[in-house]
Structures are given as C-alpha cells and as structure tokens.
C-alpha cells in the first residue's frame, strides 16, 4: 500500500522539491512563480467531486480473462490489480508480463520508486502506466479537487513518444475513468489548454517545453502530483533538457511524498547522480537488451502447407550449414510431438520444456553447447532461458502466438556478432500472423516457397 498518498492526509501540499531545498538554483524569479500558490482567478475551482464521477463499466468479470499460469512467467492475474485495469489489458490481448513488467510491478505496486535500464520494445510504458493507474484507482480524490492538477506526471523527451506514451495511458484507462492529457510542442497551446479545462486532468504526458509552458501561464500545477515518470531519462539529457526537467522537478513535491520511476537505456554516472537525487530508496531494475533482427540474422519464411513441413525439416537437417539448431514450437505437446518424430527419423536431438525436469534440462544444454547433440527442440518459455554462442539456425516449427515471441526465438541465432539464419515454416493456418510480426519488426519478412532439394 502507498503511504506517500495526498488523501491520506500525510502529504504536505506546499512541500515541493523547491520549497524543501532539495535541489539547487530554485530561486529564480521565473521558477518561484511556478511554485507559487495558484490564485483563485487562474485556478478554477470545480464543486464537482470526483466520487460523483460515474465509472463507464461494462459488464465484464475477470473470469472472462482466462490465461494458464505458466513456469516462470508471470500473469497480470497475479498481481492483484481492479477489474477496470485487467479489462483493459484483456481488451489489449496482453497475457503475461514482460521481464521488466514481472521485475518492476510487484515492487512499484507496492508503492516503490524505481528505476530501469530498459529500451523501448521491452514492455516499459505499460510497467510505468499499470502501477499509476492502479494507484489512482485504488486511491481515489474525495475531497475538492481544481482544473489543471494533475495526479500523475510522465516526461518524455520527444512529441511522438509522448503521444505513443498518452495512447498507451488512454487504452490502460478504457474503463478507469481518468482524464489522460498530452502536452507537447507543435500543436495550437489551446488546443492543449482546452483539453485540460474540459475536466479534471489525472495523468499528464508532456515533453519539458511545453510543460514548463503551462505551467509559466498559470494552467497546470505539479504540487499535488503523486506520481512521476521519467522515461528515456538518457535521451533527455543528451537533447539538453535537464535544465527544464530539473526545473520541473522542483515544482513537484519532494521524493517522499511521490512515487518517481526513472526509466533510461543507458545507466551513465550522470542519469545514477539523477536518479539518486530524484528517487527515494529505489528498487534498481536492469532488462538487457536482445541483440535481435539485427543486420547479423537473415530471416526466411518458407511458405508451405502443414503435410510438408515436416520434410523440408529433416531436408534442413541434411543441409550442411545447418550447424547447430534451435526449433521453437508453440505448445509443450508439439514439443513433445515433433521431438519424437525427429528422433524417429534418426536424428539425435534434445527436448526443452517446462515438463523436463530442471536438472535434464542442464544436461540436454550441456550437450546442446559440447556439440553431443545439434538439434533442441523447446517451447518460448525455456528457449528464452538459451544463451549460447554459434547457434547456426532458429527453425520456427509454428509461428508464434506473441510477435514478441518471434523476435525472442530468433534472437537465439546472431548472438555476439555472430551471423544466424532464422527460418519460419508458416503453413495455411499461420501465415495470417506474419503481418503482426511484420509490424513489430518494422520491416517485411522475405516470405519464398522453399527450394526444391528441401521438398524432396
Ligand atoms: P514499450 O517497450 O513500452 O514500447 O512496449 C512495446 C510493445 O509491447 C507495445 O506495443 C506494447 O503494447 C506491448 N506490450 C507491453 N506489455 C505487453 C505484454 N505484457 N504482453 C504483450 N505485449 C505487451
């Protein structure tokens, strides 16, 4: 439970960052005026209170959301969140956390800072977004509350990432009832400005600039902002924002009386001197980054039917070049299935899954990495778990359910500058998901019929 809360009656509204001396240079007169208290006349009062708010419910219950707990991997289920954000996941076909979303919620949930090393494509946004609206929600405003303050604050270096940032917020709060706001340069102030007048404003998404600008005119306040965001901390300070991102910082309320996620790509001694500064006794999250679609792996999708895809396997296996080889499935049974197959055609090959036992699991990788077997057959689940140099192939027995899963599979091959080949089997039945893939990949896949020696 977050004790750092305005409602609870321990937060201290005048005690911002600035006030409490916790940064240098505040006093400024531009900045002692954006701390100043807001008068009466600029600072529209609303009698509207937010417990009148009626929540746009559907009928839904979280049964409906029906997803298999899975070794090591963790479900949203499992975290214990409101109905009105497990909607929205359901809604967004989510189903179990991302690494840095199982490292980071069950921490900021509680009410933690954090920061993470993190990129872009690694589930960060909905991490931030999920522990926010869940805290909102659990906490909602019951006294009065005005226009143009905002509850939570998320910063973002660029406009398109602040707009990425705000259609993320607005999925996750489909049936939460909060009021997502995205400021940034390059679009009509009022335009802006009208949105956050329109009603109570509960998450605002800004870049700096255009912060700093509502909050020079008077429209928007950070005194009772319980949450921030710092996302892409790294870019921020090479774009040459720390001076507004500091000045933004000194208006918000100190560290002990907000929850701060500070998310970068890099963990530079300057972002660590920051984070230390801004955050209050974080939890330090840390997702590598998978060196993946990258130049150093060719992607092929054989287009087959499902009868043929079992010879233009074995055609693989008899292909000299195919070395050493991975064969992701989607399921433990086809796991299951095609290993038995496989070795009933003559090949000698080791099976990875969550049935195997962990200490079978060690000595099939053990032959696996001696060179003792060549071909693994695994599930997502395990075959993530697979660090291992020269791997010469990633067959994609089926395409996976998860885009995602497909940049995990092949990033297995290509590893420490190595090159790799990653080849699809896509049949009738799956070829629908490659335009999926495709998207997330940011670039089309080279979809051929396989040559004739493998169809023999
Ligand atoms: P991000 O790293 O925040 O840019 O997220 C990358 C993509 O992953 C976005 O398209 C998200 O919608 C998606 N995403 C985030 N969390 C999950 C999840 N748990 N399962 C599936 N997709 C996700």
Same mark, same amino acid.
């Given at each position: 439970? +977050?004790?750092?809360?305005?409602? !609870?009656g321990?937060?201290?509204? +005048?005690?911002?960052?600035?006030?409490?001396?916790?940064?240098?240079?505040?006093?400024?007169?531009a900045e002692?005026?954006?701390?100043?208290?807001?008068?009466?006349?600029?600072?529209?009062?609303?009698?509207?209170?937010?417990? +009148?708010?009626?929540?746009?419910?559907?009928a839904?219950?979280v049964?409906?959301?029906?997803?298999?707990?899975l070794?090591?991997k963790?479900?949203f289920?499992?975290?214990?969140?409101?109905?009105?954000?497990?909607?929205?996941i359901?809604?967004?076909?989510?189903?179990y956390?991302?690494?840095? /979303?199982?490292?980071i919620?069950p921490?900021?949930?509680k %009410?933690?800072?954090?920061i993470g090393?993190?990129?872009?494509?690694t589930?960060?946004?909905?991490?931030?977004?999920i522990?926010i609206?869940?805290?909102l929600?659990r906490?909602? $405003?019951?006294e009065?509350r005005?226009h143009?303050?905002?509850?939570?604050?998320?910063i973002?270096p660029?406009?398109?990432?602040?707009?990425?940032?705000?259609? !993320?917020?607005?999925a996750?709060?489909?049936?939460?009832?909060?009021?997502v706001?995205?400021l940034?340069? %390059?679009m009509?102030?009022?335009?802006?400005?009208? /949105?956050?007048?329109?009603?109570?404003?509960?998450i605002?998404?800004?870049?700096p600039g255009?912060?700093?600008?509502?909050m020079?005119?008077?429209?928007?306040?950070?005194?009772?902002?319980?949450?921030?965001v710092?996302?892409e901390?790294? &870019?921020?300070?090479?774009m040459?924002?720390?001076p507004?991102?500091?000045?933004i910082?000194?208006?918000?309320p100190?560290?002990?009386?907000r929850?701060?996620?500070?998310?970068?790509?890099t963990?530079?001694?300057?972002i660590?001197?920051?984070?230390?500064?801004?955050?209050?006794?974080?939890?330090?999250i840390?997702i590598?980054?998978?060196?993946?679609a990258?130049?150093?792996?060719q /992607?092929?999708?054989?287009?087959v039917s499902?009868?043929?895809?079992?010879?233009?396997l074995?055609?693989?296996?008899?292909q000299?070049?195919?070395?050493?080889?991975? $064969?992701?499935?989607n399921?433990?049974?086809?796991? /299951?299935?095609?290993?038995?197959?496989?070795?009933?055609? %003559?090949? +000698?090959?080791?099976?990875?899954?969550?049935e195997?036992?962990?200490?079978?699991?060690?000595?099939?990788?053990?032959?696996?990495?001696?060179?003792?077997?060549? $071909?693994? $057959?695994?599930?997502?689940v395990?075959? &993530?778990?697979?660090?291992?140099? !020269?791997?010469?192939?990633i067959?994609?027995?089926?395409l996976?359910d998860e885009?995602?899963?497909?940049?995990? &599979?092949?990033?297995?091959? %290509?590893?420490?500058?190595?090159t790799?080949?990653?080849?699809?089997?896509a049949?009738e039945?799956?070829?629908?998901q490659?335009p999926?893939?495709?998207?997330?990949?940011?670039?089309?896949?080279?979809?051929?019929?396989?040559?004739?020696?493998?169809?023999?």
């Open positions: 439970m +977050n004790t750092r809360k305005l409602h !609870d321990k937060k201290d509204k +005048n005690a911002t960052e600035a006030e409490q001396g916790d940064q240098p240079n505040s006093n400024s007169g002692s005026k954006l701390e100043s208290k807001p008068s009466g006349r600029s600072r529209q009062k609303n009698s509207r209170r937010r417990s +009148n708010r009626k929540p746009t419910k559907e839904w219950d049964s409906q959301f029906d997803v298999p707990a070794d090591g963790l479900r289920h499992d975290l214990n969140l409101r109905d009105e954000l497990m909607h929205a359901y809604d967004l076909e989510y189903q956390c991302s690494p840095i /979303q199982a490292k919620l921490h900021t949930l %009410g933690l800072d954090a090393k993190a990129q872009t494509g589930g960060k946004t909905a991490a931030y977004l522990t609206i869940e805290d929600l906490h909602p $405003i019951e009065e005005y143009g303050d905002p509850r939570a604050l998320i973002a660029t406009r398109e990432l602040v707009m990425q940032i705000a259609e !993320d917020a607005k996750l709060c489909k049936y939460a009832n909060l009021h706001v995205a940034f340069g %390059g009509e102030y009022h335009k802006q400005h009208k /949105q956050m007048q329109s009603q109570f404003v509960d605002v998404v800004a870049t255009r912060l700093i600008d509502f020079t005119r008077k429209d928007l306040y950070l005194d009772v902002v319980e949450a921030l710092l996302d901390a790294d &870019r921020m300070l090479d040459g924002f720390m507004q991102v500091k000045r910082v000194r208006a918000l100190t560290t002990e009386f929850q701060t996620q500070l998310f970068s790509a963990f530079t001694q300057d660590l001197n920051l984070a230390s500064r801004w955050t209050h006794d974080p939890v330090s840390e590598e980054p998978e060196q993946v990258t130049d150093t792996i /992607q092929i999708v054989y287009m499902n009868e043929e895809k079992f010879k233009v074995l055609n693989l296996f008899r000299p070049e195919v070395t050493r080889v991975i $064969i992701f499935t399921r433990r049974d086809q796991t /299951q299935t095609l290993y038995d197959k496989i070795r009933k055609a %003559g090949f +000698n090959a080791g099976l990875l899954s969550g195997i036992s962990q200490q079978k699991r060690t000595r099939t990788l053990a032959d696996f990495k001696s060179g003792k077997i060549s $071909i693994l $057959i695994a599930t997502d395990v075959g &993530r778990g697979i660090h291992i140099a !020269d791997i010469s192939h067959i994609n027995y089926n996976p885009p995602d899963d497909y940049v995990h &599979r092949i990033g297995r091959t %290509g590893r420490a500058g190595a790799g080949i990653a080849i699809t089997l049949c039945f799956e070829s629908f490659i999926a893939i495709e998207k997330l990949l940011g670039h089309k896949l080279k979809c051929v019929l396989p040559p004739e020696e493998l169809l023999k």
